[in-house]
């Protein structure tokens, strides 16, 4: 009997990067699961084969987190293949601006996705976990959740943010069955982060290899970037058993980079 069998999972921006791993191994427990995005993609297409294949139940639903409408509808859609047991927070946006040339527009797309959409898939999920007395809540932050970076001031406040929720939110449901914590990957090997190896290597020459050590030089102590699977495991293990009674914590999985001065 895996773990998580008959439990549904929702994880918004899962069409690609950590969420598609965290889909994958939530679905290896058991979980059926609702996957979100703006557009489906080939790659999502795939995805939802491999899920099916573990004899879970799988759906895509298209809807802009950043919008409350969508989200709303998100829910309904989900409904199809159960109530929602557990709520994964991934979906991200950034901007690199310094401050005084920062799209307002830009600013409030960060909040709506990041912080904004956080609040509503809570808000939306509690009532139903609270009534069956068993819900995992597990929000995505960052290791900028700890200390500032120049230009990306869009990230590090939703960021900071999401863990002052994550940390309310544990203690308004401390008395149930519900628990909501927050994971912070450091530098993750993600698409986001292969266009920046490229980079790398087209700027400075080079190897792959070399572009990789001279990215992580200053961050992770490890040397190597965090695989989207090792942030997705510690999810599954917030979400099982084991992690009945941890609540309001955030877990760092970024290689050391936390425990650097």
Known sequence: MKSLAGRSALITGSDGGIGFAIAEGLAEEGCNIVLNGPAESAATGGLRERIAARKVRCVYVRADVGNVDEIERMF???????????????AVVRHFHPIEEFPVAEWERALAVNVSAVFHTTRLAVPGMRNRNWGRIVNLAS?????????????????????????????ELARTGVTCNAVQPGWVLTPHSERQI?????TAGGTREAAIAALLESRQPSGRFVMPGEVAACVVFLCSAAGSAITGATLSVDGGWSAAP
């Open 76 to 90: 309904a859609a989900a409904a199809a293949i159960g109530d929602v047991d557990i709520l994964v927070n991934n």
């Open 198 to 202: 490229a980079d790398r290597m087209k």
């Open 143 to 171: 290791i900028y959740s700890t200390r500032g970076c120049e230009h990306r001031v869009d990230y590090v406040t939703a960021k900071h943010a999401i863990v002052g929720l994550t940390r309310t939110v544990a203690l």
